[in-house]
């Protein structure tokens, strides 16, 4: 029954506790407002911040697993000047005929493209852009995952032919042609004449580059008509895309390419090898990476909010704690333990840091779907940043409301009821 009479004054104490808690920072709306807000900009932050990194990571993701995450990308050479490498490709070190090779050599691969590109002006009418031209071969739509939406691809006699024909990104077909689909119109590229044939999907952009302001032609009327040189031992390309049979023969393709080009260009050394491969799912993890540590770094910095939000609230309730002396001594008087006046001061504490958390993980919520919808990428909520961010601003209340509560707990009642 002691335990029980106890228990039931207790819970008294702590709901009169409460009560006159909301009732002091209710009756300071603004000071408690301003106290908030430091904890509030912090907590919104983290959450948005995160949440935004997730989205782009995801949607980055989704764009290379579009392409395929199964696919190899072999680059041309790197020319050096001295000491300096200059980027991959800047030399012609790839062959169609290496293409060829690997689909005939390499029992990993799947399928084979080649592709050569070059940046050029393009024009319909009066209307004209600049983009990049992809020559490829037949095999570029299944390799890359990409295929026509209207119209239709070049077709093997085309490619013999070096056939004068074109298909078109998305961006570039609604830059010459507005709504129109453009099937069968003429087009000047490099002040040749092209006939359109089809527009292919759109794929979006990665990063700063849209997949879609590009132009598909064969390879071999790019190589005669726009690049006009060939390597010494055939067609020069810039990439050569693998797909493998699966996801886990990569690594196998990986190394029966390498030795397929080894041989055919005479490497002995691998640090002399004169081009790269990249694996697509590579690409995710490496993003990924980037990505995470460059979240974690700018939260960070966020956090700094936090902190900042945590001394605020400490001011405030040293301040509060001077200001009520008189209130103190007055409870103090009427039977008020030290440990009521300790948790009211906590409570006041824990409140505001709570308050502004819910707030802020609001707000930041807000702030991450509106740059989704502006940047068009994947509104993602981090679940497990709102409860850190929780967390965070509970502790954030309790640790600044410690020496505010205990220096109130703490007040002679005599001296408190003399001060002014």
């Given at each position: 029954m002691k335990?029980?009479?106890?228990?039931?004054?207790?819970?008294?104490?702590?709901?009169?506790?409460?009560?006159?808690?909301?009732?002091?920072?209710?009756?300071?709306?603004?000071?408690?407002g301003?106290?908030?807000?430091?904890?509030?900009?912090?907590?919104?932050?983290?959450?948005?911040?995160?949440?935004?990194?997730?989205?782009?990571q995801?949607?980055?993701s989704?764009?290379?697993?579009?392409?395929?995450?199964?696919?190899?990308?072999?680059?041309a050479?790197?020319?050096?000047?001295g000491?300096?490498?200059?980027?991959?490709?800047?030399?012609?070190?790839?062959?169609?005929?290496?293409?060829?090779a690997?689909?005939?050599?390499?029992?990993?691969a799947?399928?084979?493209?080649?592709?050569?590109?070059r940046?050029?002006?393009?024009?319909?009418?009066?209307?004209?852009?600049?983009?990049?031209?992809y020559?490829?071969?037949?095999?570029?739509?299944e390799?890359?995952?990409t295929?026509p939406?209207?119209?239709r691809?070049?077709?093997?006699?085309?490619?013999?032919?070096?056939?004068?024909?074109a298909?078109?990104?998305?961006?570039?077909?609604?830059?010459?042609?507005?709504?129109?689909?453009?099937?069968?119109?003429?087009?000047?590229?490099?002040?040749?004449?092209?006939?359109?044939?089809?527009?292919?999907?759109?794929?979006?952009?990665?990063?700063?580059?849209?997949?879609?302001?590009?132009?598909?032609?064969?390879?071999?009327?790019?190589?005669?008509?726009?690049?006009g040189?060939?390597a010494?031992?055939?067609?020069?390309?810039?990439?050569?895309?693998?797909?493998?049979?699966?996801?886990?023969?990569?690594n196998?393709?990986?190394?029966q390419?390498?030795?397929?080009?080894?041989?055919?260009?005479n490497?002995?050394?691998?640090?002399d090898?004169?081009?790269?491969?990249?694996?697509?799912?590579?690409?995710?993890?490496?993003f990924?990476?980037?990505?995470?540590?460059l979240?974690?770094?700018?939260?960070?910095i966020?956090?700094?909010?936090?902190?900042?939000?945590?001394?605020g609230?400490?001011?405030?309730?040293l301040?509060?704690?001077?200001?009520?002396?008189?209130?103190?001594?007055?409870?103090?008087?009427?039977?008020?333990?030290?440990?009521?006046?300790l948790m009211?001061?906590m409570?006041?504490?824990?409140?505001?840091?709570?308050?502004?958390?819910?707030?802020?993980?609001?707000?930041?919520?807000?702030?991450?779907?509106?740059?989704?919808?502006?940047?068009?990428?994947?509104?993602?909520?981090?679940?497990?940043?709102?409860?850190v961010?929780?967390a965070?601003?509970?502790?954030?209340g309790?640790v600044?409301?410690?020496?505010?509560?205990?220096?109130?707990?703490?007040?002679d009642?005599i001296?408190?009821?003399?001060?002014?």
């Open positions: 335990k029980l009479a106890k228990k039931a004054t207790q819970q008294v104490e702590f709901d009169e506790v409460l009560g006159i808690a909301t009732e002091a920072l209710w009756s300071n709306k603004l000071r408690t301003l106290t908030m807000l430091g904890v509030v900009i912090g907590i919104a932050s983290v959450t948005s911040i995160t949440s935004i990194g997730q989205g782009i995801k949607n980055v989704q764009q290379i697993q579009s392409l395929g995450t199964d696919v190899l990308q072999v680059m050479g790197a020319a050096r000047s000491n300096v490498v200059q980027s991959a490709g800047s030399i012609s070190t790839l062959t169609w005929e290496d293409a060829k690997i689909a005939k050599a390499a029992p990993s799947k399928i084979v493209s080649a592709t050569l590109q940046s050029a002006q393009v024009v319909y009418g009066d209307t004209n852009t600049n983009t990049t031209v020559g490829a071969d037949i095999n570029y739509p390799a890359r995952n295929y939406e209207v119209g691809y070049f077709t093997q006699a085309e490619l013999n032919q070096a056939a004068q024909v298909v078109l990104g998305s961006t570039v077909q609604k830059k010459l042609f507005r709504n129109a689909t453009g099937l069968k119109e003429k087009i000047r590229i490099q002040g040749k004449i092209y006939r359109v044939i089809g527009v292919m999907e759109s794929k979006g952009s990665q990063g700063p580059f849209d997949r879609d302001d590009t132009i598909f032609i064969p390879l071999t009327t790019m190589s005669a008509s726009i690049v040189n060939n010494i031992q055939g067609v020069s390309v810039n990439t050569i895309w693998i797909k493998g049979t699966n996801q886990d023969a990569l196998a393709a990986r190394f390419v390498t030795n397929i080009l080894r041989l055919r260009h490497i002995y050394n691998p640090a090898d004169d081009f790269r491969i990249r694996n697509q799912s590579d690409l995710i993890s490496t990924s990476n980037v990505i995470g540590v979240t974690i770094l700018v939260v960070a966020a956090s700094i909010s936090l902190i900042v939000g945590g001394i609230i400490a001011n405030i309730m301040v509060s704690v001077v200001e009520r002396t008189r209130e103190i001594g007055i409870r103090k008087a009427m039977g008020a333990t030290n440990s009521a006046i009211q001061f409570i006041e504490a824990v409140s505001i840091s709570t308050v502004g958390g819910i707030v802020g993980a609001g707000t930041g919520v807000l702030v991450a779907f509106g740059s989704s919808l502006a940047f068009s990428f994947p509104f993602v909520v981090s679940g497990w940043s709102i409860v961010g929780f965070l601003s509970t502790t954030v309790l600044a409301g410690v020496i505010p509560a205990r220096n109130a707990a703490q007040l009642p001296a408190a009821l003399r001060s002014e």
